[in-house]
Nanobody
Framework: QVQLVESGGGLVQPGGSLRLSCVLSGSIFSIYTMGWYRQAPGKQRELVAT???????NYADSVKDRFTISRDNAKNTVYLQMNSLKPEDTGVFYC?????????????WGQGTRVTVSS
């Protein structure tokens, strides 16, 4: 059973930084594309950043140049370094892992970690 456990959320002032972590267990971490998604209050979940098994990254326009996604395959962990945080970054951040097997999408989600950016 694949499990994703996020950590690192909290309350931070505008302009501050946080680093989120997500540990995958129950499968081979290195074969998954990993991602971070955000759900702001009253809004749909949206993509923040992804990183492929080969290390290619993709970011939402709203976080480019502020957030950095990275992975450590030896630790089965994906990170999201968030700098210059803004109040609009507030929300629950979810870790995602996905891969294709025989053309079928295999997709897992963590339980989420809350980030609040406020003075």
């Amino acid at each position: 059973q694949v499990q994703l456990v996020e950590s690192g959320g909290g309350l931070v002032q505008p302009g501050g930084s946080l680093r989120l972590s997500c540990v995958l267990s129950g499968s081979i971490f290195s074969i998954y594309t990993m991602g971070w998604y955000r759900q702001a209050p009253g809004k749909q979940r949206e993509l923040v950043a992804t990183i492929t098994s080969g290390g290619s990254t993709n970011y939402a326009d709203s976080v480019k140049d502020r957030f950095t996604i990275s992975r450590d395959n030896a630790k089965n962990t994906v990170y999201l370094q968030m700098n210059s945080l803004k109040p609009e970054d507030t929300g629950v951040f979810y870790c995602n892992s996905r891969r294709y097997s025989d053309l079928k999408l295999i997709n897992y989600w963590g339980q989420g970690t809350r980030v609040t950016v406020s003075s």
